[in-house]
């Protein structure tokens, strides 16, 4: 689409930016002393930037059969909320009295001191040129006022701001009365002459906002002014609300291309139609706004209008005109289609100035800290909507939209999320984008209300948050840490377990496994080698759990606010709303389904001992569903055969009688234990039990050293082993000379065997013939829940072979995802993990 400059064209004054308050400020007073800017003291350059309303117009043509004396009304009081343009028909009246050679009087309150000059004098002096009949601090009477309006008619008398004379008129003692009452006495007086001559107007203004009363007497004066002029005078709106797009327009483009404009148009209705932005009925309503409000969206026009412009304060004309050309003249450069609220750039000194006078002073902080400042949560957000959208620089588009719905001198405040995406959408994304970058800015900001999507000056609970946050301290931190690392053991577990044993003396010495979780990112080798004073025996027991210190700040950021979290909800006196209260429960909720996910992404580095130190697995992420750390360790070292529950005999056999005639039991059980590197058993019954399976199978023997000779005791029979000092196992051959077992391909177990499954033996370590795979080719089918068994089986794939490539495909059906959740979660997780997407096909409704 092209952009709005191109097809409105501003006026000279916008692009060359001369936005300064007088050029829209419409002053009547200046423009009789000839000191006003052109576009107000040039007759033809006001009517080129003056839309003509119903109200104008009718107002003019009144005063033209008034002064004609073809009837019409005697006394008209100009009177409109959002400035509405009074002073703008006042002087439009005075440029047509030139036109139509009619004497012109004009009183503007606002520029004459009371002491100075009084109105009556100044209609005799403008009318004739002198004071004579008038001259005094007292009114003059109706009857003089006639005389002089008699002579000198046709004529106008146009005033403004009388109210504001008044009231300061009142400050001036004139005998027993003041000269505020003398001016009152004169306008019932002006009124009365008035409707007595034919060709004589009075246009009066009064304001129609409390703000503008000043005080308590400026109220009293005001309701006797509405006594005197409503006896005899006319009220009308020069501005009606269905036109004041065309006023601003008028004022503010000097050219509109409305072809270029029904193109735009049409295109982002198509586009809110097919989002369900905009329901049948109020399509053709919606289109028919933006024609007239192009290039500004309607909602800017309505928000402005209904809210902002509900502020005393705001009742001016002058200042949305000069809100919006200073917004376009921040645009002229940006290639925007239209104008939304979100254009608004807050940043922008001048426009957000104009903007916070009628909310208060407050919010220039509150602004820089939520929205603008390079560390705004609005700034964050950009940010993390990910590669596709960043440009469109959503997180800021949709705060600063908020923002300007969020004020109104009448006291409603926010937008409903449909309001949201109509106001901030474009065709070139989906509507659900804004849903994301919503609930990111619900996360991010900490003046955006908790009950609603409306800005607030008090802080909501990600402040509160916050505030709490900074004074979880360092030890409360370390604290929970532990609890938590002692609330995910198992009570009676597969291992002894040691949380941040100080030393390698804490670490018990016996044949028990024993799990030691370490605050350092690995363990040091005086863990391994001594305990105590003296040389560990049970090297081979030993397995350490260490944190990825990558991953420190995030776990405790994460515990900092999950602490901040209890300390908000146990707080009785922060006085938090229902909603509140809910959202922290919800929260911590959140919080503590996650606790063991976050602790598993620290926690993740076993290191095992091998022949030359330690040998390192990464647990990579938590197994689903999983909810104790030393169970889910187990289950991998299993799972890899680096813990046995039982050896296959095939596997002693092969391993240790091979080269051997017989091995001591008890020798091999300690071999077990106290050799790094060496087979690890989750206990004695795992040798007990493959000593039982190969003596009653006849794989080997068990007996005895007897005078130093072997002897074979039991033989395919039931024996357990019982590890004595002269216990040992031998070859079948010995047993029964002749006759050796055949036991190649004897299934064998390591660990447990799901039901269906086909055991595996295990590779032979040493053996001289072992059967090997030089490499492997797998297809596989992935059931559902089952993925972290396929991440176990693919890392132990990795520790065989020095190249590993995995391809994966990724089907998915009965079921949706929303194109900004694919984009941000999917695509963009799988690209920051360095994983390039080959090939995608993926179908939208």
């Known amino acids: 689409m092209k952009a709005f400059s191109q097809i409105s064209i501003p006026h000279s004054d916008i692009l060359q930016g001369r936005l300064t308050m007088d050029v829209f400020a419409a002053d009547i007073w200046q423009v009789i002393t000839g000191k006003a800017p052109a576009d107000y003291l040039d007759r033809d350059l006001f009517f080129s930037k003056t839309y003509t309303t119903k109200g104008l117009k009718n107002l003019i043509e009144v005063a033209k059969l008034r002064i004609e004396g073809k009837g019409g009304d005697s006394v008209i009081q100009l009177q409109t909320p959002f400035g509405g343009g009074k002073t703008h028909a006042l002087i439009a009246l005075f440029h047509q009295t030139k036109q139509w050679g009619t004497k012109a009087c004009v009183f503007d309150g606002t520029a004459l001191n009371p002491k100075e000059a009084k109105p009556w004098e100044e209609l005799e002096k403008q009318l004739t040129g002198k004071i004579n009949l008038t001259k005094g601090n007292i009114a003059p009477g109706k009857e003089k006022l006639i005389e002089i309006l008699a002579k000198n008619q046709p004529a106008i008398i146009l005033m403004d701001e009388i109210l504001e ?57 005001y309701s006797a002014l509405q006594k005197i002029t409503g006896r005899t005078e006319k009220i009308y709106t020069p501005v009606e609300e269905d036109e004041i797009e065309h006023v601003i327009r008028k004022r503010l ?70 809100l919006l050309s200073l917004v376009i003249f921040d645009l002229m450069d940006k290639k925007v289609p239209y104008i939304r609220l979100g254009d608004f750039e807050l940043g922008n000194n001048e426009i957000r100035r104009e903007l916070i006078k009628h909310i208060g002073q407050e919010w220039d902080s509150i602004i820089a800290q939520d929205i603008t400042s390079k560390e705004a949560g609005a700034k964050i957000v950009d940010d993390n909507i990910g590669q596709a959208y960043r440009a469109y620089k959503l997180g800021s588009v949709v705060a600063r939209t908020i923002f300007m719905y969020s004020f ?156 901040a979290l209890r300390s908000v909800e146990s707080d009785e006196k922060l006085g938090l709303t229902e909603s509140q209260k809910k959202e922290i429960k919800n929260k911590i909720k959140n919080h503590e389904q996650r606790l063991y996910e976050e602790l598993r992404k620290y926690y993740r580095n076993v290191f095992l001992p091998a022949r030359n130190g330690f040998r390192m697995i990464d647990l990579g992420l938590s197994t689903y569903g999983e909810t104790f750390i030393d169970k889910e360790i187990y289950n991998r070292l299993r799972s890899e055969s680096e813990i046995l529950e039982k050896i296959s005999a095939a596997v002693i056999k092969e391993k240790y009688l091979r080269e051997n005639q017989f091995v001591s039991t008890k020798n091999l059980l300690e071999t077990f234990w106290k050799t790094p590197g060496e087979i690890r058993i989750a206990s004695a019954d795992a040798l007990k039990e493959g000593v039982r ?85 797998l297809r596989v089918d992935v059931p559902r829940g089952r993925l972290s068994d396929l991440t176990r089986i693919i890392n132990f794939i990795n520790s065989k072979f020095t190249n590993c490539h995995i391809e994966m495909e990724i089907k998915a059906e009965g079921g949706e995802i929303t194109i900004s959740d694919y984009e941000d979660k999917i695509k963009e997780a799988l690209r920051q993990a360095g994983i390039e997407v080959k090939f995608e096909s993926n179908q939208s409704r």
């Open 165 to 221: 004379y008044a009231t300061k008129a009142a400050g001036i003692k004139v005998g027993d009365s003041n000269l505020a009452a003398q001016t009152l006495a004169f306008i019932q007086e002006l009124s009365g002459a008035v409707s007595t001559l034919d060709r004589v107007l009075l246009v009066i203004t009064l304001p129609s906002s409390l703000i503008e009363h000043y005080d308590e007497n400026a109220e009293k004066l």
């Open 253 to 322: 483009f000097q050219s509109v291309n409305e072809t270029e404009v029904k193109k735009v148009v049409d295109g982002f209705v198509n586009y809110a139609r097919s989002e369900g932005l905009l329901p049948e009925d109020e399509v053709q309503r919606y289109r028919e706004k933006f024609l007239k409000s192009f290039p500004f969206k309607p909602e800017v026009i309505d928000v402005l209008y209904k809210k902002w412009g509900s502020f005393p304060t705001f009742q001016r004309t002058r200042g949305v005109l000069r």
């Open 408 to 563: 109104s001198g009448k006291g409603e405040r926010g937008a409903g999320i449909r309001e949201l995406k109509l106001a901030t959408g474009q065709p070139e994304f989906s509507g659900p984008v804004i849903d994301s970058v919503i609930n990111g800015l619900r996360e991010k900001l900490f003046y955006l209300a908790d009950d609603g999507l409306y800005f607030s000056n008090r802080p909501n609970l990600n402040r509160i948050l916050l505030n709490r946050e900074e004074n979880v301290t360092r030890d409360e931190i370390i604290e929970e840490e532990r609890a938590l690392l002692e609330k995910f053991l198992m009570k009676k577990g597969y291992f002894s377990v040691y949380v941040w044993p100080d030393s390698h003396r804490d670490v018990a010495e016996n044949p028990e496994l024993k799990l030691a979780i370490l605050k350092d990112n690995k363990p040091e080798r005086e863990f391994l080698e001594r305990h105590g004073d003296t040389p560990r025996i049970y090297r081979n027991t030993l397995i350490f759990l260490a944190p990825d210190l990558n991953q420190k700040p995030i776990l405790h950021d994460f515990l900092r606010r999950l602490l």
């Open 693 to 777: 399976e190969g003596v009653e199978r006849g794989i080997f023997g068990l007996g005895y050293l007897e005078d130093g000779k072997p002897q074979c005791k039991y033989f395919k029979q039931a024996a357990v082993p019982e590890f004595s000092d002269d216990e040992i196992i031998l070859r079948a051959e010995i047993c029964q000379p002749g006759e050796a077992p055949t036991f190649a391909g004897e299934p064998g177990k390591t660990g447990e065997v799901r039901e269906g499954e086909k055991p595996q033996v295990p590779p032979i370590p040493g053996g001289k013939e072992t059967p090997t795979y030089k490499n492997l080719h």
